[in-house]
Each structure stands twice: as structure tokens, then as C-alpha cells.
């Protein structure tokens, strides 16, 4: 012990920093454990809190609070999907028709909204409503020891309260991505057809012969592989968070943070993993 | 009944009070005396706590695009064009709306909670009882220091996106540097990047005052904070995507 004083009054930098450095390896090991264990508790969520995750399933689909009088995660993700899907329309429309082909804004919406902007704008809002929520409530439960009474009384508090929100996530978003698919399509239609004057014939011509199903298919997979890390993350800092009122703000904010990166490199690393070889995509037909 | 009326206006009497602040603090912004100590200070926190997240969102982003692009661009024959499609989409979309979730994700989401916070406290109504108008300390300062920081972000965005897209084209994807360099400027002009900035200043002050509604408006405890936040990123986001898309459409209107 004295040598471990020693050394760390004569070298205080080098201690602050290895403890920095410590500290931020402990971590992200807490973190990686904490993922391992929600995961693994996913079964003990089906067969002992199946009415935790319906009740959680409803209340994430709608929203809860504020958010549910403007019509919940639905309507959100539906309005940021019709707007990125009209950005598709404005910037698709005018860019082709500077080099004389705007009939192809079918096929720019056709491909660009299924393998990358969907899946983008989709992760973002459900990190914003469903994940920032979770880490909300998770956060206030631990802030006022509800968590701490949950364990007193024997419910297992991972399961009850992180594994199944990562359910619920995984099984919301399933519709929730339908919905963002459809609206970004029917965005970029009626912009490019009622607003631009494209005949609407033209238009579904070339996005018909250039939506292939099995994108789709792969676009559902990044979905639902960024809506689990997404919640992960965001059950992390809710469960983890401390500090008071402002502890809470500040748990939210780092988690949205987060896993806004986790989401944009993992969907990056699912597009390269499914096109990087080919790139699945043949102009020939 | 009543009730009912009561509930449903909520909304609509958020807006209000949205924009009655927004008034507030353009009227504020041009009376002495000027928070200088608070905004220097707001403007580095808010560049300390998003500048590592904008770097690490805007390579992946690019990354992703050029990738896409370049599938596309490869299938015509046209791979050495792969810059112009890395300059349109990083200037136009990608450098805005990074800035747009970093700004909204990481400033707005620790101003309001540091704001909520306060509030919570019942810090502003002392502030109020001292006759310091906390419009004039906290939020214009606060606004402004977002939009600064927006605008800077919104170009460290674009260059950072640049050369990741740059080094997976050549290195990856084996364009021909030249052929990319050159490809930079062929569709995109010094109007882009002019309208893509007033995108991010407009992101910047608005996230702000969103921010700065909620956290100043915050009550109930550890989850009305928590809560707050979670209503900042959703407003937020929602007002940025459709700023977006009139700016893009004026942009382009401008441009050609």
C-alpha cells in the first residue's frame, strides 16, 4: 500500500491518467456484461413477464406523455420517413433533370429509400422516441430506488424491466418499419407525381422494375439488428444513471448520443456484409 | 367536458408558449447587457460534448452513401465519378443533418437537462425574485452558442465526411484519386455549400430554442427532466426534417 502511495504522489499525472484510462476499460466491460445478461434474460421475460411486455408493447407503439397526444412512435416515425422521403423526391427530381433524365426519380426512390434511407431514418427516430423513453423512465425508476425495491421484493429487475423493453423494442419495430417503408415511398411518389407534374405511369415504371424484394427483405434485417443494439444502449444508461434530476437529462442525452453512432456504424456494417461482395444490383434487368 | 377542452388545448398552448419565448429571446438578444461569460462558456460545452459524437457519425454516414453510390455509379461504368456523388450527397444532406443529430442529440439533450435541472431547483424563479431576466442569462446565450457551434460543426462535418469518403473510394473501392478530387466541384458549387451553412445555423438556433423551451417548462421531478429531454430529441428532430426539405427546395431553386 505505501509503495502504491508513493508511486502515485510521485507521479500524479501518470496515476490520474491510468486511472482514466482504468476506468474507461472497466466500462466498457460493465457494458458488455450488462448487454450479455439483458440478452440472456430475454426467456425469463417470455415465461414470467408476458404481461410486462404487452403492456410495454402498447405503451412504446403509442407513446406515453406528451408524445402520446401527437399520436405516438407511429405517427413520428411515419412524419420523419414522409420528410426524408420527400427529400428524395426535391433533391432526386431536380439533380436528374439537371442532366435531362427525371424519369428515373422511380428508381432513385426505389433504391436509395430501401438501402439507405429508411433504415437511417427509421434507427434515428427510434432511437429519439422508444430508446430516449426507455432511458427516461429506467433512469427516474433508479433516481428514486424503484429499481433497488424491485430486487427487495424478488422480481428480477434486468429482466423485468431492461430485457423486456429490448422485446418490446424488437417486436414494435417490426410494424414501425412498415409504416417508415410505406411513407417514404408514398413521399417520394406524390412528390415527384403532384408536385414536380412527373406522369404518375413514368414514374411507377421505373420504380416497379427497380424495387428488388430481396432488399427489402435485407433492409427489415437492419431494422431489427439496429433496433436491438439501439435498446440495449438505451436501457444501459437508464439503468445505470445517478446523480439526481439533472442526472437523468444527462443519461438521456448520452445515451441518444451513443446510440446514434452504434446505429449508423452497425447499419454501415450490415449494408457492407450484404452488398460489399456483389452489390446485389444489375441495371440490365 | 371541460376537462376534455382543457386537455386537447395542451398542445396548441405548448406552441404558444414555443413561440412567445422565441420572441422573448429575439427581443432579448439586442439588449444590453449581453451574457458574454455564459456564451463563451455554453459554446464550448456544447462543442466539447459534440464534437467527438459529429466525427464519429459523419464518417460511417458518408461512408454509407459513397458506398451506395458507388454501386450504382460502378454498374453504369462511371466509378470515377464517385466524387461528384461524395460531394453532393456530404455537402447537401449529410453535412446538415449530422449536425442536425449531433446538435439535437447531444447539445440540445444536455442543455435542457442542465436548464431542467434548474428549474427543478426553482433556480430561475429565483433569478426572476433577484430581477434577472432568465431569458436574457440562460437562454440567450444558450441559443446563440447553438447556432455558433452548428455552423462550425456543419463544415468540420462536410470535411470529415469528405476524406472518409475520399479514403474508402480510393482505397477500397478502387476509384483513381484525380478522377474523385476532380469529380468534387462538377455538380456541386459554391451556392451548395452556402445554402447547406444556413441550413445548419437554421438547425443550430432552432434545436436551441427547443431546448430551451422544454428545459425551462420542465416540472414533475427526475422524470419530468427525463421526459423533457426525450420530448427535446423527438421536437427537435421533427422540426429539423421539415426545415430541411424547404431549404433543400429553395436551395436548389437558388442554385440553378
Known sequence: ?285 | MVFRALSSSKPIQGIGGFFAMSMDTAVAVFQPPFAWREFVLQTWFVARVSLLPTLMLSIPFTVLTVFTFNVLLAEFGAADFSGTGAALGAVTQIGPIVTVLVVAGAGATAMCADLGARTIREELDAQRVMGINPIQALVVPRVLAATLVALLLSSLVILVGLAGGFVFSVFFQNVTPGAFVAGLTLVTGVGDVVVSLIKATLFGMTAGLIACYMGTTVSGGPAGVGNAVNETVVFSFLALFVINIFMTAVGIKVNL
Open chain 1, 1 to 285: 500500500m505505501s509503495i502504491k502511495v508513493t508511486v502515485q504522489q510521485r507521479f500524479p499525472r501518470l496515476a490520474r491518467s491510468s486511472k482514466n484510462w482504468h476506468a474507461g476499460w472497466t466500462r466498457i466491460g460493465e457494458q458488455t456484461q450488462f448487454y450479455g445478461r439483458t440478452l440472456a434474460s430475454a426467456v425469463d421475460v417470455l415465461v414470467h413477464y408476458k404481461t410486462e411486455l404487452v403492456r410495454l408493447i402498447a405503451a412504446m407503439s403509442l407513446g406515453t406523455g406528451a408524445l402520446a397526444v401527437i399520436g405516438g412512435t407511429v405517427v413520428i416515425v411515419g412524419f420523419l420517413t414522409i420528410s426524408t422521403g420527400a427529400l428524395v423526391a426535391v433533391q432526386g427530381y431536380n439533380q436528374f433533370a439537371q442532366v435531362g433524365v427525371e424519369a428515373l426519380t422511380g428508381f432513385a426512390s426505389a433504391y436509395f429509400n430501401v438501402r439507405l434511407i429508411a433504415p437511417l431514418t427509421a434507427a434515428i427516430a427510434m432511437a429519439a422516441t422508444i430508446g430516449a423513453g426507455a432511458t427516461a423512465q429506467l433512469g427516474a425508476m433508479r433516481i428514486n430506488e424503484e429499481i433497488d425495491a424491485l430486487e427487495v421484493m424478488g422480481v428480477r429487475s434486468l429482466a423485468y424491466l431492461a430485457s423486456s423493453r429490448v422485446l418490446a423494442g424488437v417486436i414494435v419495430v417490426i410494424p414501425l418499419y412498415c409504416v417508415a417503408v410505406i411513407m417514404s415511398f408514398l413521399a417520394a411518389r406524390v412528390g415527384t407525381t403532384v408536385i414536380y407534374g412527373q406522369s404518375t405511369g413514368v414514374y411507377d415504371h421505373y420504380f416497379r422494375t427497380f424495387l428488388i424484394p430481396t432488399d427489402l427483405i435485407w433492409s427489415f434485417v437492419q431494422a431489427v439488428v439496429t433496433a436491438v443494439v439501439i435498446m440495449l444502449v438505451h436501457t444501459y444508461y437508464g439503468f445505470t444513471a445517478g446523480g439526481g434530476p439533472a442526472g437523468v437529462g444527462e443519461a438521456v442525452g448520452r445515451a441518444t448520443r451513443t446510440s446514434l453512432v452504434v446505429a449508423v456504424c452497425v447499419t454501415l456494417l450490415v449494408t457492407l456484409s450484404i452488398y460489399g461482395q456483389s452489390g446485389n444490383f444489375n441495371l440490365a434487368g
